[in-house]
């Protein structure tokens, strides 16, 4: 097409072909048959379609917006950034402020000691480069045979090669001919679904991290490097941990020198009530990976943190091989990260972490009051994270066929009435905004429990239940 006829194509949505993005985590068919809903631009809690339609963001886009849309103070901070060095790189001895300023506050507010920090762009690139560091370290400690890597079912950690073979979600796997060698997954946490009769949750506990005590000798401790995992389950469908849980697990990590690799992508800062999830658990993780809520999701960064015995064997073997040999154009990137730091000024100053408790409990036992629901199984969550588990029969905890997409319908419900929420599988999640108010919560619950009754008349009329 010449560039005469290109622009004489009116500049309107409405002459474009809606279907031509290759959507991700999408029902294609449906996709293409239905295209997307085209969001033109948000404020606070809420978002507004192209028809000027309001929803609240009920998931903070994929859990990431944390201080809601149209912060001021972060369009102001990418803006001067911009303005002042758009863009730089860390390689070969060179570096900015931004990058300097946001590892030092990292480091400082790290849950337990750590030394440096590596920056990248996404969930998957922080996962994918804490595998490498991890091989990195057990080959310059002259262990060039511990390189297996522990995930969990159910847990997600991103979709690239390597994350996503550590994500342990057969959809992020089938045809993808992942996962690769060298990746393992051990059991989901989830007691709900997986505790046996009569199993207590510490039990329940005690028996996981007696498999995975299994699997480790099984392999041979020598081959097994590290283990991955999110404090609180995400993607999974919101899988908090047993009572218990992460201090059996960490005693056989310890027992056979496993590193311990914390996805902080979700919960950290403040999702949970906490500023890390490793906070609300007693984590003493050697690496811990972040992003979204490290710039409010406003633009792409994710970071690495690593303890000094990791940092050691960095330099060690970068003095023998002339270079560390790994890195990102973008790594570090000046306008992110000065997003990033105002991000995390922000957080202090609204005292987040505070706000989040206060409101946990109305998003908390608000779910919890749906528990009744006939198409309830369980509701769970954390701070400002939940899930309810949408079932066909509660008593025998049974889920719908996967082809009756109850997930998708009642989201679509929820849709409908002016709440985006997520469902993942049949769990229905809900993470607004840090920033959400007491009535809006009550309005995402308001919207949840009337999508719940329509879902029932659903599955009755169609003879599902
Ligand atoms: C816990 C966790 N880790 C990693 C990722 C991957 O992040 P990204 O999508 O930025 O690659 C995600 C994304 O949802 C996540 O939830």
Redesign the pocket.
Known sequence: MALSDLLAVPNSLESRDRRSVLHPMTDLVRHDREGPLVIDHGEGVRVYDDTGRAYIEGVSG???ISLGFGQERLVKAAAEQMAKLSSYHMFRFKSHEPGIELAEKLLALAPSPMSKVFFA???????DSAMKLVWYYNNAIGRPEKKKIIGRIG??????IA?GSL?GLARNHTDFDLPIARVLHTDCPHFWRYGLPGESEEAFATRLADNLEKMILAEGPETVAAFFA?PV???GGVIVPPATYFDKIQAVLKKYDVLFVV?????GFGRLGDLFGCNTFNLKPDIM?M??GLSSGYL?I?AVMISEPIWQACLSESSKIGVFGHGFTYSGHPVCAAVALETLAIYEDLDIVARVRRMAPVLQDGMAALADHPLVGETRGLGLVGALEIVKDKAKKESFPPAANIGLYIERRCQEHGVILRALGDALTIAPPLIVEKADIHEILRVVAVALDETLDHVRREGLM
Not at 155 to 160: C, F, K, L, P
Not at 263 to 267: F, L, N, R, T
């Open positions: 994929l859990w990431s762009n996404s969930g998957s690139e922080a996962a847990g997600y950690h991103g979709v690239t994350s994500t999110e389950m995400g993607s996805d902080e992508v979700i919960c990976t992003a979204k792409p994710s």
